[in-house]
């Protein structure tokens, strides 16, 4: 797009992105316990950039989720394009809220709250073309989350009033490490090429396979790679990944009556398929851990969001006080 041959707007668009990362970043000191069950802090930001550009806010709510996939490590999951998909259409939504609706009949607050709604039919209606139609079950309680999380997100954004245009703070203390990024001959940019390309296919490969055995040993293989690559193994995640998987697929008779939770029968073959599926979202997962290791080039939008965001969780490292505080003192 034109716009992004303008280094004053490139360099806002990248700091704006850098700005959904830190959110992610002290979300993620926040305790979680089952996916899609997230409060969203990065939001804040897309509240805060409704008066933005067009063209630069849906860019926004695509980097949003792609730096934050590239930086969790989710890149090659499902979770990546459910991220996107979300992402995208939840701030599209506000956007058109924000732009046709009076602010007297919608306020932020409703503005953030509708963005989640949105977010959450989203994330079920993707997450059911994989798990099953079960994991509608689950969108009231995830709907009633969301509700509450879009409040907290307007009443931040309310509180910390960001300054979207502030992106020169940044930009000099970016330019010496971009200068010096971009020594980086060409072969180590086709060896990453190639790598990325490597992940992608073996990852989307085990989509394909349905032999627990064979999936089994594909997670040990993933995880052994991600621990190579020196990224810690949390069970965790993992842990929580496939609760919510097997909670989704109880939903869904297949096969041989195991035994009754109330008036729902647990089948062999749902908690079967649960089991594959839980094998191969946690192998993709894991692999895709190995993709931190990727450096886009520095005079990229993400090479350039990245590299504020260094700069910012430097700060919010050094920093002391409370959570707001820490934030505060890393813009």
């Not at 869904?252 to 009556?257: E, L, Q």
């Amino acid at each position: 797009m034109p716009f992004l041959n303008n280094a004053s707007k490139k360099s806002q668009l990248a700091y704006l992105t850098a700005l959904t990362l830190l959110f992610s970043y002290a979300e993620m000191i926040l305790p979680r316990t089952l996916p899609f069950f997230r409060l969203g802090l990065a939001n804040i930001i897309i509240l805060s950039s409704l008066e933005i550009e067009l063209s630069s806010f849906l860019i926004l709510s695509i980097l949003k989720a792609a730096a934050s996939s590239l930086m969790g490590g989710t890149l090659f999951s499902p979770f990546f394009l459910i991220s996107l998909a979300q992402s995208f259409f939840s701030a599209l939504v506000m956007r058109l809220a924000y732009k046709t609706v009076s602010k007297k009949l919608v306020s932020l607050y409703g503005i953030s709250v509708l963005g989640s709604a949105v977010s959450a039919l989203v994330q079920m209606a993707l997450a059911g073309l994989y798990l099953g139609s079960g994991t509608f079950a689950l969108l009231g309680p995830i709907l009633i989350f969301n509700t509450l999380s879009g409040l907290l997100t307007a009443f931040l954004c309310e509180k910390l009033k960001i300054d979207v245009k502030n992106a020169e703070t940044i930009q000099s203390a970016q330019s010496d490490s971009q200068e010096a990024a971009n020594q980086k001959n060409t072969k180590q940019n086709v060896l990453q090429i190639i790598f990325l390309v490597f992940l992608l296919l073996l990852s989307a490969s085990l989509f394909f396979i349905k032999n627990l055995y064979i999936l089994a040993a594909a997670l040990f293989f993933s995880l052994t790679a991600q621990k190579l690559f020196k990224r810690k193994i949390f069970i965790l995640p993992h842990l929580s990944l496939w609760l919510f998987i097997f909670i989704s697929s109880i939903f869904i008779p297949n096969g041989k009556v195991i035994f009754k939770i109330w008036n729902i029968s647990v089948t062999q073959g749902a908690l079967l398929l649960a089991l594959q599926k839980s094998l191969t979202l946690s192998a993709v997962s894991a692999l895709s851990q190995c993709a931190v290791c990727l450096q886009p080039s520095p005079s990229s939008l993400m090479g350039m969001s990245i590299e504020y965001y260094r700069i910012m969780t430097d700060r919010f490292m050094q920093s002391e006080g409370s959570l707001l505080k820490r934030i505060d003192s890393a813009f």
